[in-house]
């Protein structure tokens, strides 16, 4: 095991290199939350397919894989959907507005600022549960790796993503972010994906070994499907995680065609994940845990080396979406509410000192990470903790922020109306039927869509100077924000 160590080690310690590496560049709140949206396509792609497919997409896709046998691809394929439609119908016209978080966006269309601070709040459950469930993945990992208890494993990790984020933000977590894609591309799909077929004897003894079921498209249910796209695929869509990699995009066209690009490397990542899980299945019939077949499959199958480069694509896929999410917790924390609730809060073009403001994220990123690692501490179901976070997104947010995209009817009130209606109708039904059960995410939907349309219809149409300055917006033609770096075409 000692080359895999050495392997572990170097791939901490460059992600520590570029974490310091990064600070130099971020000198700006543009360079340190968003990289000075000035991503090229390759760059876009490889750091938008880091953060959407985390620890649940690897550790949890090849479980369910070794659960439901190629049916269990179906969650990890919902997300790629998310990111394509995002990419194709959406993201173009998200990296216009040239805003740093959703709740700027719906300032934006609704006009006031009084749909900001809920759907801020609303936001900062969702990213600070996401970063939760990331960390929590730490402990699975580093076990396997050192053998070191729960807690250590969570500090250990949780720490290096901390420091790494809060030194250069953005440009620390893009350069990480894009290192993490090419070790998880190599580690599971060129390495582990290949091997563990191999090693189960093949497609044909797998079929022979496995009932047919296992591969059946649609034997994880239909149901199962249905709430995967609910959940994963609207997630997608409206996540602050994921707009603020958007933002990121240097051009509209980058942000179109680059998130399609990345969007269906999530859909190949999945199907690989499902055939590792059985491959896993027929090499190990009788694991204790669905979730044990990643980490016994890479320790008792891979040879030396490979093995190292395996775990840290694990550790790779595990840092890169609680990154993304610890520096999406932190923005809407301090821009969307914190500078609110002390009413200083200022429109995206008001950034006259961007040393205090680098600053003030940065220290955000500190404070968020702290509690990010506390909680993980606490809480042991990591499956609870990412349904709560996508119940509370997309029963509570979904509705006001596409129907503000698509329907230019929506008003403040029904927007306002749709947040509250919505996420307390998801936390109610959590309540009552439990966090797993599919109620609470059906049932809130509807009710967030039934009380925007309603309020909507019954309250004063949307200011139609608002609404004007949301039209150049969306188009493009507003000014550069003072903050934002005006770049030669490249």
């Known amino acids: 095991m000692a080359v895999d160590y050495l392997v572990i080690v170097v791939y901490l310690a460059g992600m520590l290199a570029m974490g310091w590496w990064g600070m130099r560049r971020a000198r700006s709140k543009s360079e340190f939350l968003v990289a000075g949206r000035r991503l090229g396509p390759a760059m876009y792609s490889g750091t938008m397919a880091a953060i959407v497919l985390g620890g649940a997409s690897t550790i949890g896709g090849v479980g369910l894989g070794y659960q ?40 934006l269309r609704y006009g006031g600022g009084r749909a900001g601070i809920i759907s801020g709040v609303v936001m900062w459950a969702y990213t600070l549960m996401l970063a939760v469930t990331s960390t929590i993945a730490y402990a699975t ?31 620390s977590i893009t350069l990480t972010d894009m290192v993490q894609f090419v070790v998880k591309t190599i580690g599971v799909l060129l390495l582990l994906l290949p091997i563990a077929v191999v090693k189960a004897g093949g497609f044909g003894e797998m079929k022979a070994q496995l009932p047919a079921g296992y591969f059946d498209p649609l034997g994880i249910g239909g149901e199962t499907i249905f709430t995967y796209v609910l959940i994963y695929t609207f997630g997608m869509l409206i996540g602050q995680d994921i707009w603020q990699r958007v933002f990121t995009a240097r051009s509209d066209r980058t942000a179109k065609w680059g998130g399609t690009v990345a969007g269906t490397y999530c859909l190949a990542y999945a199907l690989a994940g499902a055939v590792i899980g059985t491959a896993a299945k027929v090499l190990y019939p009788k694991l204790g845990s669905a ?73 955000f990123i500190l404070l968020m990470g702290v509690a990010v690692i506390g909680t993980a501490i606490a809480i042991d179901n990591v499956v609870e903790a990412l349904t709560v976070a996508y119940n509370l997104l997309v029963g509570g947010l979904l509705v006001p922020i596409l129907g503000g995209l698509v329907w230019k009817r929506g008003t403040v009130y029904g927007a306002l109306a749709s947040v509250v209606v919505g996420g307390l109708a998801v936390i109610v039904l959590m309540a009552t039927h439990g966090i797993l059960a599919n109620e609470p995410v059906y049932y809130g939907l509807l009710a967030s869509l039934a009380a925007y349309v309603i309020v909507s219809l019954a309250t004063p149409a949307t200011d139609a100077a608002v609404l004007a300055a949301w039209r150049e917006r969306l188009a493009g033609r507003s000014p550069e924000l003072a903050s934002e770096p005006v770049t030669a075409p490249q």
């Open 68 to 107: 439901y046998g190629l049916s269990g691809a179906w969650m990890v394929f919902t997300i790629g959907l998310g990111l394509l439609a995002l990419s194709v119908f959406f993201s173009a016209r998200i990296a216009r507005l040239k805003v740093y978080t959703v709740s700027e966006m719906l300032d």
């Open 141 to 171: 990992i580093f076990d396997v790796l050192f053998d070191i208890n729960r807690t250590l494993a969570i500090v250990l990790g949780g720490s290096i993503v901390v420091a790494y984020s809060t030194l250069g933000g953005m440009w």
């Open 291 to 363: 979730d044990d077949a990643f980490a016994t499959i890479v320790k008792d199958e891979l040879p030396v080396g490979v093995r190292g480069l395996v775990l840290a694509a694990a550790l790779a896929a595990v840092m890169s979406t609680s990154s993304g999410a610890l520096i999406a917790c932190a923005t809407v924390a301090n821009n969307d509410i914190w500078s609110r609730l002390r009413g200083i809060a200022k429109a995206p073009s008001d950034d006259h000192d961007d040393h205090d403001e680098v600053r003030g994220n940065r220290a």
